[in-house]
């Protein structure tokens, strides 16, 4: 969610979508991560009736932080792992995502 919100203000609705949880999901973790000091949530200038989310200077400095922290253990992960290893790994996963969009595109023409 920080990922979405890091790079500018956005709504609510945008992270229902593209997060695939419910409202009440999103208004839950909102609230924590306003009581933490990552976001806050504005009326949207442009349509009074909308809310907006926004980042804060906490949320870049812990996006930047966690983005560190994972260029770190992915390097020790293929250090320890192999590159060879680790890139079939990775294909494999990229596949199986492949193949499990397509299984979810095909259960939503059922509907």
Not at 73 to 102: D, Y
């Amino acid at each position: 969610m920080l990922r979405i919100i890091e790079d500018g203000s956005v709504s609510p609705e945008i992270l229902k979508d593209e997060l695939g949880v419910s409202k009440s999901a999103i208004s839950q973790m909102l609230s924590t991560l306003e009581s933490e000091g990552l976001v806050r949530r504005e009326i949207d200038p442009d349509d009074r009736r909308r809310i907006i989310v926004l980042p804060t200077d906490k949320t870049k400095a812990l996006s930047e932080h966690l983005t560190d922290h994972m260029d770190e253990l992915v390097e020790t992960v293929i250090e320890r792992f192999g590159a060879e290893k680790a890139e079939t790994l990775l294909n494999l996963v990229e596949e199986l995502t492949e193949v499990i969009k397509s299984i979810k595109e095909e259960d939503c023409t059922k509907c």
